[in-house]
């Protein structure tokens, strides 16, 4: 009796595929700027807005004073200023890694255009990108 053999099933056949060079790189760099770099440019000028408004009240003789607000908003810029180059500095390596793979992707073309088969644009789930 014959014995069946498994199908052979690609690890890869379920994944998607990205659709061009340093996509996820790319996607990476929007993801710094718009979930880590903007809440902390959006605490700065909250508190600059409410601290300019405490400076206003002072000066006009309302009661209140505007040195708490002044102290807290010091403190929230320089945290967030720290915070803000710490991610640039991420986004840079991000960017600089990007135009790698987009170099690398125009090299593999010119396999391509020999007739080579490239397996460039592979994602895995553990961010890892062969």
Known sequence: MPTRQKKYVSPVKNEKNLRRPGQKLEEDLYDIIGEKIMPYFTLIIAFGVITFLEWIRYLLKLP?????DTV???????????????????????????????????????????????????????????
């Not at 209140?64 to 708490?68: R, T």
């Not at 010091?74 to 990007?98: D, E, R, Y």
């Open 64 to 68: 209140l004073s505007p040195y708490f």
């Open 72 to 130: 807290i908003f010091i403190v929230i810029t320089m945290f967030s200023i720290f915070k803000i180059i710490k991610f640039i500095k991420m986004g840079k390596l991000i960017k600089q890694g990007l135009d790698g793979e987009r170099f690398i992707a125009g090299v593999l073309d010119s396999f391509k255009e020999k007739g080579c088969k490239v397996f460039d644009r592979i994602s895995t789930k553990c961010r890892l990108h062969m």
